[in-house]
């Protein structure tokens, strides 16, 4: 675990800008878009898996969108995938630090 004393997680709470629908601790999280959000944005979801990976894990994220809208919302999708590629990656990259010099101070301990 990364974090220690986080709240627990429940149906309904606010994850990041989605609302949780489902979740399993210590291996899954799912989002959805709330209604304002996806009045404007169409319907998204997100998911956050951890998967064993040799000795380690490995988080694979999923995001799915609606597809068959006006132009401007494909357009603004679009736009918003590029800029979320952008922002995922990078948080990504911090989770990555994190458990890296986490697992390392801990191997460091034994």
Do not use: C
């Not at 304002?36 to 490995?58: F, Q, W």
């Not at 603004?76 to 986490?102: F, N, P, S, V, Y």
């Amino acid at each position: 675990m990364l974090l220690h004393n986080l709240p627990e997680l429940s149906v309904g709470e606010p994850f990041l800008v989605f609302q949780i629908t489902s979740f399993t601790t210590d291996e899954q999280i799912t989002g959805v878009l709330p209604e304002a959000l996806s009045r404007r944005h169409g319907h998204m979801a997100v998911s956050y898996t951890l998967r064993p990976h040799g000795v380690g894990s490995r988080l694979v994220v999923k995001v799915v969108a609606e597809t068959g809208a006006t132009s401007g919302r494909r357009l603004r999708r679009r736009l918003l995938a590029w800029g979320d590629l952008i922002m995922m990656r990078k948080q990504l990259l911090t989770l990555k630090e994190l458990a890296e010099g986490l697992a390392a101070s801990e191997s460091a301990s034994e």
